[in-house]
C-alpha cells in the first residue's frame, strides 16, 4: 500500500521562506512521476511542480524561479522549497505519486501553508 506523508507547512511572512517535505512508503519517488499540487480556500486544486522518473523538472508559471523540488532517492523523499513567498501561495499543499498500478495516482492529506503578516 502506498502512503504519502507530507511535512513542513506553516506560518511565514511574505518574502519569507519554507522547505516541505514528502514521505513515500510502498513505492518509489525514483520510478515514478512525482510533485506537487496546492488548493487555496475556494479554489480548485492546481498543479504546481512534478519531476519526471529521469529528474526532469516542471513548474507552474506562478512558481518558476521561487519554488524548486528535489528528490532523495536515498531517503524516498520530495522536497519542495519555497521561497519569495506571497500570500497568494497560501494554501493546502498535496504531495503527490503518479503509479502503474490499479490506482494510478497516491495523494498525501496536505500540509497547509499561510502566508501572512
Known amino acids: 500500500q502506498v502512503q504519502l506523508v507530507e511535512s513542513g507547512g506553516g506560518l511565514v511572512r511574505p518574502g519569507g521562506s519554507l522547505r516541505l517535505s514528502c514521505a513515500a512508503s510502498g513505492s518509489s519517488f525514483s520510478a515514478n512521476v512525482a510533485g506537487w499540487y496546492r488548493q487555496a480556500p475556494g479554489n480548485e486544486r492546481e498543479w504546481v511542480a512534478s519531476?519526471?522518473?529521469?529528474?526532469?523538472?516542471n513548474y507552474a508559471e506562478s512558481v518558476k524561479g521561487r519554488f524548486t523540488l528535489s528528490r532523495d532517492t536515498d531517503k524516498n523523499m520530495v522536497y519542495l522549497q519555497m521561497n519569495s513567498l506571497k500570500p497568494e501561495d497560501t494554501a493546502v499543499y498535496y504531495c503527490?505519486?503518479?503509479?502503474?498500478?490499479?490506482?494510478?495516482?497516491?495523494w498525501g492529506k496536505g500540509t497547509l501553508v499561510t502566508v501572512s503578516s
Open positions: 503527490y505519486l503518479d503509479t502503474s498500478d490499479q490506482y494510478g495516482r497516491y
Open positions: 519531476i519526471s522518473r529521469r529528474g526532469f523538472f
